[in-house]
């Protein structure tokens, strides 16, 4: 089992449903990597999660199982998302809500559109190496590895009590009359 499907969805669904400035940031980012794509990439945990690829084309939703396309008679909201940085580093998340009946398209909405600036990213960064750089400070403390050698010693000891503990003998349901 994976832990996300892929779901390649028309330009013209997420045009419709984000303002002009979304829309342009979204665009500009696919332009960037992907060249003149008309689809766009979204990541979901509302499908199989098996690392499969879906796609809405001619408004109906199919599935590529081994290169082959299935048409897919899903009934359910499908929750899409993903994360696309702009030209200033900014990152946009985006997550859109898709409604399919019997595996066609009925529609699409954003539910939810944040930024977190490249100041408050570059803030973040700084803020996590500064943690690792303090717990690998604590790690290497004598004290610490003290601690953590008696705490190995303890480990041990109680998987020996466990072993010694446990009831070895199992049930047999065979019939042997």
């Given at each position: 089992?994976?832990?996300?499907?892929?779901?390649?969805?028309?330009?013209?669904?997420?045009?419709?449903?984000?303002?002009?400035?979304?829309?342009?940031?979204?665009?500009?980012?696919?332009?960037?990597?992907?060249?003149?794509?008309?689809?766009?990439?979204?990541?979901?945990?509302?499908?199989?999660?098996?690392?499969?690829?879906?796609?809405?084309?001619?408004?109906?939703?199919?599935?590529?199982?081994?290169?082959?396309?299935?048409f897919d008679s899903v009934t359910q909201d499908i929750n899409v998302y993903d994360s696309f940085r702009d030209d200033d580093?900014?990152?946009?998340?985006?997550?859109?809500?898709?409604?399919?009946?019997?595996?066609?398209?009925?529609?699409?909405?954003?539910?939810?559109?944040?930024?977190?600036?490249?100041?408050?990213?570059?803030?973040?960064?700084?803020?996590?190496?500064?943690?690792?750089?303090?717990?690998?400070?604590?790690?290497?403390?004598?004290?610490?590895?003290?601690?953590?050698?008696?705490?190995?010693?303890?480990?041990?000891?109680?998987?020996?009590?466990?072993?010694?503990?446990?009831?070895?003998?199992?049930?047999?349901?065979?019939?042997?009359?």
């Amino acid at each position: 089992m994976g832990m996300f499907d892929t779901v390649l969805i028309p330009e013209d669904f997420i045009k419709s449903c984000v303002n002009d400035d979304q829309f342009k940031i979204i665009n500009n980012f696919y332009k960037k990597y992907f060249g003149d794509k008309k689809m766009i990439s979204m990541q979901t945990k509302d499908l199989d999660c098996c690392l499969l690829t879906f796609e809405i084309r001619n408004n109906q939703l199919f599935k590529y199982d081994n290169k082959k396309r299935i048409f897919d008679s899903v009934t359910q909201d499908i929750n899409v998302y993903d994360s696309f940085r702009d030209d200033d580093g900014n990152t946009h998340s985006f997550e859109f809500m898709i409604k399919m009946i019997r595996g066609k398209f009925q529609s699409i909405q954003l539910n939810q559109h944040t930024t977190v600036s490249k100041r408050e990213i570059q803030f973040r960064k700084r803020s996590f190496n500064k943690h690792i750089k303090e717990r690998d400070k604590h790690n290497k403390s004598i004290k610490y590895k003290f601690y953590n050698f008696i705490r190995k010693i303890c480990l041990k000891i109680v998987k020996h009590c466990d072993k010694k503990c446990s009831f070895k003998k199992s049930i047999s349901f065979d019939d042997k009359s």
